[in-house]
């Protein structure tokens, strides 16, 4: 999502109300939390009103603030329905399989929430959705994967009632906050400091029929969908299609040259288009390195040695330095934290 982009009205309102719906039980007036955060009342009276992401980060950030619960997020995913997610709702219980309503999302979701992407892979017998927050979020951006990834674990459920809650692990790339332990008992189980964001369940689950499948209604959703986005000027995320491009290396990261080309720009236009969405190819490698050496160090029993050469590390010892300066802690340590 680009700087430029969060004065556009892009967030549906129906978000705002169930913010101020999960805010109004821990004694915060909408009036008081929509005033603070500098949005007109009159808007949520539109069902067909948007936001900006300005507006949407404010409230959360209030939400949070006003509340004096840092985990409302938590309560906002919990309190989420098929319902809170309006047309896109119908879209997914429309859908012919988990898999075809999960694609559904992953190729709209800058019509509902433009700063997060979302994408859907395979590894192994575990279906991963990645989580992403695609846009300088600062203070919010912990609250807004909480309320994205406990939601996921809401709608799976709605979605085909074989897909329990249970079935579902949450995976959060930063470490366990201190008001999880309070919620723990109400979401799925859940793993910090994996370097990703993600939710993963059985792969086998994917391919599921939906007993509300209906393919015109699905259709005539996805057009919405197509024409919605189309309207709000929304285009695929630069900083998704990067991070993507990392992820899928596999071995040794690309260089600026080789991520331009893929994206069909010259490298000079790459660096300001990146510039534009408030980051640079430097921070995405060192983003993706970050989040690699994690997700290596927690979940594989490679030495250090060879985690640094597949990051593109000279040797250990810089690989090293690098991780303490991430995480404050050595790999070795680290490792066995974990």
């Known amino acids: 999502m680009k700087l430029a982009e969060f004065d556009r009205p892009a967030v549906p309102v129906g978000y705002a109300q169930l913010l101020l719906d999960v805010a109004a039980t821990h004694d ?9 955060a500098n949005v007109p009342s009159e808007l949520l009276d539109d069902p067909r009103a948007r936001l900006t992401a300005w507006q949407a980060g404010a409230l959360l950030l209030l939400a949070m603030e006003l509340s004096e619960e840092p985990g409302i997020g938590y309560e906002v995913g919990l309190h989420s329905s098929l319902t809170s997610h309006g047309i896109m709702g119908y ?3 429309s859908s012919g399989t988990v898999r075809e309503a999960i694609d559904l999302s992953e190729r709209y979701m800058p019509m509902r929430l433009p700063m997060v992407s979302m994408s859907l892979s395979v590894e192994g017998d575990t279906g991963v959705i990645d989580v992403a927050v695609t846009a300088p979020v600062g203070p919010v951006r912990q609250c807004l994967l909480d309320l994205y990834l406990v939601g996921v674990s809401r709608l799976a459920p709605a979605v085909n009632e074989r897909l329990r809650p249970d ?3 949450l995976w959060f790339d930063g470490p366990e906050p201190a ?3 309070r919620f723990r008992h109400r979401l799925p189980p859940a793993r910090f400091e994996m370097g990703v964001n993600q939710a993963r369940f059985p792969a086998s689950h994917l391919d599921l029929p939906l007993a509300t499948a209906n393919r015109i209604t699905a259709s005539m959703v996805e057009e919405q969908c197509r024409l919605e986005v189309e309207a709000l000027g929304l ?11 990392l992820l899928d290396a596999g071995g040794e990261l690309p260089d600026l040259e080789t991520v331009a080309g893929r994206v069909h720009m010259s490298a000079r236009t790459f660096k300001r288009k990146l510039r534009e969405h408030g980051t640079s190819y430097r921070a995405l490698v060192e983003a993706t390195r970050r989040a690699e050496a994690m997700r290596l160090l927690n979940t594989t029993a490679l030495p250090v040695a060879r985690i640094a050469a597949r990051l ?7 690989f090293s330095r ?3 300066k991430w995480t404050a802690t050595t790999p070795g340590a680290f490792r066995l934290r974990r």
């Open 28 to 36: 915060v007036a909408g009036d008081t939390l929509l005033a603070a």
């Open 91 to 93: 879209g997914l219980i």
């Open 167 to 169: 079935d579902l692990e």
């Open 179 to 181: 008001y999880y332990e």
């Open 235 to 245: 285009e695929s995320d630069l900083v998704a299609q990067v991070r993507a491009a």
């Open 312 to 318: 593109g590390y000279a040797d250990a010892s810089s």
């Open 322 to 324: 690098a991780f303490h």
